[in-house]
């Protein structure tokens, strides 16, 4: 009976034991899973840290280089308004207008190379459908040729002129125009007989029509009173239809330098106009010398 306790209970012992080594095997099984899975989650939070911040670097190595391949090719652009700006007020020698000044510069589809092998093209106009004259300041002059000064016998057909403008003092602005028209093939004067009118500040801008479209017209516009803003002007035929605006130059040049174009604009008149000075005339019966003594027939 003993011994049938004694084997009882070493058998119980053993049992015991087995179990305890199948739990130790289980729970050393689920720490090494643990362990594995962690560390692909290190892992993985490391290479996505990487790769991320990776292509932060290249984004921003590419944006510095687009920003210096930008400056590059802005000053390329910037070559090719110089070069048409040289042509249409170059000078000689002697100081007097060369020939042919005013005569539009070539446009230029070709791409033009220069020594860091940038690039420009040019684009160039007679005409404008708007002019932005910006700001004109109080008591200063705009000068706007309505006719084509390379073609001074040909009528441009514009029948009204549309003057709109920002007021800086809540309506205290005025526009004086002063409009001078001759016949086609007549000689280009500022008539003394000048139409001059006034026009206070609206929303509807001013208007100015022009009585016979078949002759050429100069229009010079003044501001009174205040400086007059963002100022537009814009063309009209005579059946009311909009126009462009001969007598200026406009410039687009595209500079290119690698993968990235910039493009620069520049506008100007083909003909210099005269200072707001020579505006009026002085008659005297006796000489004008400043400073001597005054004479008289």
């Not at 300041?137 to 514009?158: F, N």
């Not at 007989?193 to 100015?208: E, K, M, R």
């Not at 205040?226 to 100022?231: D, E, H, I, K, P």
């Not at 000075?277 to 027939?297: Q, T, Y």
């Amino acid at each position: 009976m003993r011994k049938n306790l004694e084997l009882r209970n070493k058998n119980l012992e053993a049992g015991r034991h087995g179990l305890i080594s199948q739990f130790s095997i289980l729970n050393s099984s689920d720490a090494r899973g643990t362990v594995l899975l962690m560390a692909l989650v290190v892992m993985s939070g490391v290479v996505i840290s990487s790769v991320g911040l990776g292509s932060l670097i290249l984004s921003s190595l590419q944006q510095t280089r687009a920003i210096d391949s930008a400056s590059v090719a802005y000053y390329a652009a910037e070559s090719g308004v110089e070069e048409a700006l040289f042509t249409a007020r170059h000078r000689n020698a002697a100081g007097q207008l060369a020939e042919g000044e005013g005569v539009l510069p070539a446009s230029i589809a070709g791409p033009q190379t220069l020594t860091n092998n940038a690039t420009w093209t040019r684009v160039v106009t007679g005409r404008e459908s708007i002019i932005y004259a910006g700001t004109i300041p109080q008591d200063s002059l705009v000068e706007v040729a309505l006719y084509d000064p390379d073609a001074p016998t040909t009528s441009q057909d514009i029948g009204r002129v549309q003057i709109d403008w920002s007021d800086p003092c809540g309506g205290c602005s005025v526009l004086h125009s002063s409009l001078v028209g001759w016949q086609s093939g007549g000689p280009i004067i500022w008539d003394p007989n000048a139409a001059v009118a006034l026009y206070t500040w609206n929303a509807a801008g001013a208007s100015i029509t022009l009585a016979d479209p078949s002759r050429l017209y100069r229009l010079r516009l003044g501001a009174k009173k205040a400086a007059m803003q963002n100022v537009q002007i814009r063309a009209y035929n005579g059946s009311g239809a909009a126009t462009t605006l001969p007598g200026r130059i406009r410039i687009d040049s595209t500079g290119s330098f690698g993968n990235v174009k910039q493009k620069l604009t520049a506008s100007l008149p083909r003909r210099i106009p005269l200072a707001g000075i020579f505006d009026f005339v002085v008659f005297s019966e006796c000489s004008l010398v400043k400073g001597g003594a005054v004479s008289c027939p």
